[in-house]
């Protein structure tokens, strides 16, 4: 597939996204709603309840008439402090699992008060979650309520689901913690028109056509979720295979240089194989002499600006292991000790064979106290470290930092620290004055 052809394919698949898009927010748009009706008729069952359960007088009477539900309600003052009729409708049939309602987004009432349209009507439901609520006890059952006036208010009264409200008292009653304190529709077990909050003792009837719980298939929230969600994995599919794309180009662009550079080194072969003879120790592998040397040369003009330590570093007793094992038994031992040095040093120091059993240790950027550390490191680490056919073997280190100074005056003073280490005793780190 050619670079044309992949373009093409990504102009479709925008164009789909963006008509699906569109489409899906027209749709939105349009009277595709489910509802939930509460009336007469409705399978749930329905009651008129009054204050008189909570200690009040308060009587409550309920008849159907020309469809409608009529609440006859008498409030007596006195016996209670806040008085109340209502019709209730019961979603859960009495039990713990009523209506998952967080979908729905408004309410749809067909109340008002024959007499007295100036009253104010309430409208609530109660959810039930065991986070707060007790199985037999509505006091416990989240009330969500809002109370709106017929005389100010449209008939029918349509009230937006997020307008309820939680009172107060229901929180500070139950101690609800501050994460639960707003409205929750998704276990409602029931629904209730009541009579307002300024009541006031009477004859009152409350007329009751329905109630419509009204909400989309899919809600603005979830379908602007899932439009983000397509939208978003088109773009991560798309982010990679912009990467990818530019992956293989930069794999093919190295490809192509390492091409060009092979042909350098074939040219070069021979000469980078002639410098590491020369400047590397064939038996231990590391710097020689002259590679040290070459070293400290090219870069003496950085040495004066950064902070620099050496180490000159001797195997103590080391005529011994050649006199009693044989030079063969010694080429091991300065194998095994190059090896254990390097494994305990950082990367950006630098070691060289200095000659016989002696070897230098550069150490960039770093000062005489640090370098002092890392020498006693090292010291302990050989100390403890099993070599070659149980032989166990010391070392004697100077230690110096580089003033302004040539480099063999700098190589000279933590030579004459090495001497010192090994005129007083041996198996010591030495620091030159």
């Known amino acids: 597939m050619n670079n044309v052809q992949r373009e093409q394919i990504k102009a479709l698949v925008v164009a789909m996204l963006l008509l699906f898009t569109v489409s899906a927010l027209l749709i939105q748009n349009m009277d595709f709603t489910k509802s939930i ?8 069952s329905v009651n008129a309840i009054s204050d008189a359960g909570s200690g009040g007088s308060s009587i409550a009477r309920l008849e159907t008439s020309n469809g409608k539900l009529l609440l006859h309600c008498t409030i007596k003052d006195f016996s209670y402090a806040w008085p109340f009729c209502e019709i209730n409708f019961d979603l859960s049939n009495g039990g713990l699992q009523g209506l998952d309602l967080k979908d729905y987004s408004q309410v749809i009432v067909w109340a008002k008060y024959q007499d ?81 909050s300024s009541i006031q003792p009477g004859d009152y009837v409350i ?36 990467i990818y794309s530019i992956r293989w180009e930069l794999r093919q662009a190295a490809r192509r240089q390492q091409e060009l550079e092979a042909v350098n080194d074939l ?19 590391v710097l020689n ?4 040397n070459d070293i400290l040369a090219r870069n003496s003009n950085q040495h004066q600006l950064l902070t620099l330590s050496l180490m000159f570093i001797d195997i103590d007793h080391f005529k011994q292991v050649n006199d009693r ?18 494994q305990n040093i950082r990367e950006l120091d630098i070691l060289a064979r200095w000659g016989g059993e002696e070897f230098i240790l550069v150490c960039p950027n770093t000062d005489i106290i640090s370098a002092a550390t890392l020498a006693e490191k090292l010291r302990i680490a050989i100390e403890q470290a099993p070599g070659p056919s149980g032989i166990n073997i010391t070392v004697s280190i100077g230690v ?34």
């Open 37 to 44: 009706t509460l009336n007469h008729q409705s399978a749930y």
């Open 325 to 342: 094992f044989g030079h063969n038994m010694g080429d091991e031992v300065l194998v095994f000790f190059a090896r254990l040095l390097e």
């Open 289 to 292: 002499r002259a590679g040290m």
């Open 267 to 285: 040219l070069n072969v021979k000469q980078h194989r002639l410098e590491k003879i020369i400047n590397k120790d064939p038996l231990t592998g």
């Open 400 to 433: 110096a930092e580089m003033r302004k100074e040539s480099r063999e005056e700098f190589i000279g003073r933590a030579d004459k620290a090495l001497y010192q280490a090994k005129a007083t005793g041996r198996n010591k780190v030495v620091l030159a004055q």
């Open 116 to 196: 007295h349209p100036e009253l104010g009507l309430r409208v609530q439901n109660k959810n039930y979650d065991p986070r707060y609520s007790t199985a037999g006890d509505i006091d416990t059952l989240k009330f969500n309520n809002v109370e709106y006036y017929g005389d100010s208010t449209p008939y029918p009264a349509v009230i937006p689901l997020k307008n309820f409200q939680v009172p107060t008292w229901w929180l500070a009653e139950n101690k609800i913690p501050i994460h639960d304190i707003g409205p929750e529709f998704h276990n409602v077990l029931t629904f209730e028109v009541a009579t307002g």
């Open 207 to 242: 007329e009751l056509e329905k109630i419509e719980i009204v909400g989309k298939y899919i809600s603005d929230q979830k379908l602007y979720l899932l439009i983000l969600s397509i939208w978003g994995f088109f773009g991560l599919v798309l982010f990679i295979h912009v």
